[in-house]
């Protein structure tokens, strides 16, 4: 279900302005951080969809907090790629 979810908001994240983008972008990065901490599996190509999600998000951010938030998520998703062999 989540696979699915995801393919959606990139689908949709190509129609929008930048402003939503980075919202749509922290979003997905924190949405996955907080998935893989509940143990929820994900596929490989979502969790790389996800940590570049985290990249771009970190670029628009204007909170501090929220800067934290995704620098913690963007971190959990790269351990989760390391630990599969993806980077």
Do not use: F, W
Request: proline residues 1%; glycine residues 8%; hydrophobic residues 50%.
């Amino acid at each position: 279900m989540l696979r699915y979810v995801l393919v959606v908001v990139v689908v949709c994240v190509a129609a929008v302005p930048i402003s939503a983008r980075a919202a749509s972008d922290t979003t997905i990065c924190l949405n996955m951080g907080a998935a893989l901490d509940a143990g929820v599996l994900i596929k490989g190509d979502d969790l790389a969809a996800a940590s570049a999600a985290c990249e771009r998000a970190k670029q628009h951010v204007r909170s501090g907090t929220t800067l934290v938030k995704l620098v913690v998520a963007h971190g959990r998703i790269q351990e989760e790629l390391r630990r599969r062999g993806g980077l």
